[in-house]
């Protein structure tokens, strides 16, 4: 699932790096938004929709409650990758500290997250 969203940032990427941008920005642009955003990112996204439908799996509740539940997960996950997607683009055009903590704050949250739905849901 999150192939796609890595190649196409990968273009970007590699037109920069064609273009002949400085080394330091192509290198901040790749921390940032390509891994830091569309690679864990993303990942942690999809991994906490996975866990979030399986912790509320339809158990046929009051009437329209199961649909206000769905929508509910849908605009939690869609507000963290939109979230995200804007704390990559501010880090990679600040410096590359900030892209580089991105991309570790974006791992440890995979991690963490993927240990915790584990041990909780057992998925």
């Known amino acids: 699932m999150v192939t796609p969203a890595v190649s196409g940032m990968l273009e970007d990427h590699l037109a920069l790096w ?8 192509v290198l901040t642009h790749f921390m ?12 942690f996204c999809v991994r906490m929709l996975i866990s979030l439908c399986f912790f509320f799996a339809a158990t046929r509740r009051w009437l ?3 649909y206000l539940v ?8 869609c507000a963290m990758a939109f979230a995200g997607d804007l704390a990559g683009r501010r880090v990679s055009r600040s410096s590359l500290w900030l892209a580089a903590g991105w991309m570790c704050v974006a791992a440890v ?4 997250f993927t ?5 909780a849901c057992k998925v």
């Open 115 to 119: 240990y915790l739905a584990r041990k």
């Open 64 to 66: 329209i409650l199961d």
């Open 32 to 43: 940032g938004r390509v891994l830091g955003s569309y690679a864990l990112w993303i990942a």
């Open 70 to 77: 769905t929508c509910c997960i849908h605009l939690t996950v």
């Open 18 to 25: 064609k273009g002949g941008a400085p080394f330091q920005g």
């Open 109 to 112: 949250s995979l991690v963490v």
